[in-house]
């Protein structure tokens, strides 16, 4: 059974920066994406930045040149770097994964559904 744990929210003002990190217990796939999403109150959740086993990234436009996701993989562990921050950032941030036996490519297209997703760490920037 696959479990995402994240931590590292917090409360800071606007141009500060946190570093989000994201558990995953009972890990055992070869292939898998890894991702950061984010909801604010009265929004919809929306995708902040993906990584998958190919070392592949992506970010939302809104958070390019702020945010970094990164890897260790001895450590089953994801993190969002998150600098520059903006009151508009402020929201609860959830890790999701998407896992795969199969090798990323034709056959395995990743980061398009994440049936895993973690309890939530909530991120607060005030202005």
């Known amino acids: 059974q696959v479990h995402l744990v994240e931590s590292g929210g917090g409360s800071v003002q606007s141009g500060g920066s946190l570093r989000l990190s994201c558990v995953a217990y009972g890990y055992r796939y070869s292939s898998y994406c890894m991702a950061w999403f984010r909801q604010a109150p009265g929004k919809e959740r929306e995708g902040v930045a993906t990584i998958d086993s190919d070392g592949n990234i992506s970010y939302a436009d809104s958070v390019k040149g702020r945010f970094t996701i990164s890897q260790d993989n001895a450590k089953n562990t994801v993190y969002l770097q998150m600098n520059s921050l903006k009151p508009e950032d402020t929201g609860m941030y959830y890790c999701?994964?998407?896992?795969?036996?199969?090798?990323?490519?034709?056959?395995?297209?990743?980061?398009?559904?994440?049936?895993?997703w973690g309890q939530g760490t909530q991120v607060t920037v005030s202005s």
């Open positions: 999701a994964a998407e896992l795969s036996d199969t090798p990323i490519g034709a056959y395995y297209i990743p980061c398009q559904e994440y049936p895993y």
